[in-house]
């Protein structure tokens, strides 16, 4: 069975830092090119940034509003997709999701986990 | 970046009849390898997002064909054959051609009348 598998959300104060975790299980990790996408509540899906496969140069891009503080990295031993958040600002509070996107079949996404930025 | 227009925000459909929402893109979303990449998700109530059609056209394993994609260039539709009410919930449309940055469009809300 394929699972994808967010943890680590939680409320931190603006200015402060989390690191998002995604394990994985039921297909090949390695080769997927991972993504991490958020939603504000009540509102619509924005994309966070990417990973390419390690075989495909391991690669990150990020969305303009998080580049710079937010750093995606992946562990293929553990199956597991990274995201580091630094510098949280309150527009930041949002449903993060790891999804894989492909061009062609199968795209898989977990079921979030929620990231407050309050005071 | 890519702007991704949807319509309308919201869908109000009867039960067994169809229903239509239209994404548009303010470029077109050919890709130099001839692909359109043109994906359409679907968000229940609570859930998270689920794809349903990718590359404008094509269905996503477990997707009930009458789910459907089409559309060229800029202007793309996902229609519903007859509206069901497990298809209650948020649909978008996302282009994946000119990345980065993906774009999705703002959503569009299907409820039953």
């Known amino acids: 069975e394929v699972q994808l598998v967010e943890s680590g959300g939680g409320l931190v104060k603006p200015g402060g830092s989390l690191r998002l975790s995604c394990a994985t299980s039921?297909?090949?990790?390695?080769?997927?090119?991972m993504n991490w996408v958020r939603q504000a509540p009540g509102k619509g899906l924005e994309w966070v940034g990417r990973?390419?496969?390690?075989?495909?140069?391991?690669?990150?891009d990020y969305a303009a509003p998080v580049k710079g503080r937010f750093t995606i990295s992946r562990d293929d031993s553990k199956n597991t997709l990274y995201l580091q958040m630094n510098s949280l600002k309150i527009e930041d509070t949002a449903v993060y999701y790891c999804?894989?996107?492909?061009?062609?079949?199968?795209?898989?996404w977990g079921q979030g986990t929620l990231v407050t930025v309050s005071s | 970046d890519v702007v991704m227009t949807q319509s309308p925000l919201s869908l109000p459909v009867t039960l067994g009849q169809p229903a239509s929402i239209s994404c548009r893109s303010n470029?077109?979303?050919?890709?130099?390898?001839?692909?359109?990449?043109l994906n359409w998700f679907q968000q229940r109530p609570g859930q998270s997002p689920r794809r349903l059609i990718y590359?404008?056209?094509n269905r996503d394993s477990g997707v009930p064909d009458r789910f459907s994609g089409s559309g060229s260039g800029t202007d793309f539709t996902l229609k519903i054959s007859r509206v069901e009410a497990e298809d209650v919930g948020v649909y978008y449309c996302?282009?994946?051609?000119?990345?980065?940055?993906?774009?999705f469009g703002g959503g569009t809300k299907v409820e039953i009348k």
């Open positions: 999804a894989d996107l492909p061009y062609g079949s199968g795209s898989l």
């Open positions: 039921g297909f090949t990790f390695s080769n997927a090119w």
């Open positions: 990973i390419k496969s390690k075989t495909d140069g391991g690669t990150t």
């Open positions: 470029q077109s979303l050919v890709h130099s390898d001839g692909n359109t990449y």
């Open positions: 590359k404008v056209s």
């Open positions: 996302m282009q994946a051609t000119h990345w980065p940055p993906p774009t």
